[in-house]
C-alpha cells in the first residue's frame, strides 16, 4: 500500500465520461484552467495548449 501523498498541482484528472463530446470535454478543461471556453474544436485545444504552458512558465504565485 502506497503512502498518501499531497496533491499535484500540475495535474488535472480526467475520468471518462461517455455522453461527453471531445468540445464539452474541452470547454471543462479550459474552465479549470480558468481560460476561455468558446470556440471549435481546435480553438479550444489551442486555448488548452497556450493557457497550460504560461500557467507553467509563469511557476507558482
Do not use: F
Not at 5 to 14: G, S
Not at 15 to 29: C, M, N
Not at 30 to 42: D, S, V, W
Amino acid at each position: 500500500m502506497c503512502a498518501p501523498t499531497a496533491p499535484i498541482k500540475d495535474v488535472i484528472l480526467i475520468e471518462a465520461d461517455p455522453g461527453y463530446t471531445a468540445k464539452v470535454l474541452l470547454q471543462a478543461l479550459c474552465a479549470r484552467l480558468g481560460l476561455l471556453k468558446t470556440g471549435n474544436i481546435h480553438e479550444l485545444v489551442e486555448e488548452c495548449v497556450q493557457g497550460a504552458t504560461l500557467q507553467k512558465l509563469a511557476g507558482p504565485g
